[in-house]
């Protein structure tokens, strides 16, 4: 597998966050995440989900516990070396990590997600925490 990166955008203060793969040839001024491309199917609901934060505040890692069963089969199966920038599913678990930074607080609580997908991968998250969450 080619090494990826996903592209994000966290706001603290809606409780939002963007975190899309960035296609061959894309230019994302900014760091803005690129719109969503043709060939993509959205799948959304509602779950509880957790991300965890670098020492500077960076967001490392997406975790949402309890996907739905229909989305299951079109997220890669968790495997050894080589996992960041790709979206996993490791035991029905939806694992996104984006670093190789340690985590050094998390943020929970339910949130609406929406998953983009493109044949075989995760190409896009949109994650709203519904409530305040909590932060440890």
Request: charged fraction near 20%; aromatic fraction near 6%.
């Amino acid at each position: 597998m080619a090494p990826q990166s996903f592209i994000t955008e966290w706001n603290a203060e809606t409780g939002v966050l963007r975190a899309v793969s960035p296609r061959a040839g894309d230019t994302v001024p900014g760091g803005t995440p690129p719109p969503e491309a043709d060939g993509e199917t959205s799948i959304g609901f509602r779950t509880v989900a957790s991300l965890a934060f670098t020492h500077d505040g960076g967001v490392c890692a997406v975790d949402v516990p309890d996907i739905p069963e229909r989305v299951a089969p079109a997220i890669p199966v968790a495997r050894g070396q080589g996992t960041v920038g790709f979206a996993w599913l490791d035991s029905g678990w939806l694992w996104i990590p984006l670093s190789d930074g340690r985590a050094a607080r998390q943020h929970s609580g339910l949130a609406e997600i929406e998953l983009r997908l493109r044949r075989d991968e995760v190409t896009g998250l949109s994650l709203r925490f519904l409530d305040q969450g909590t932060g440890t």
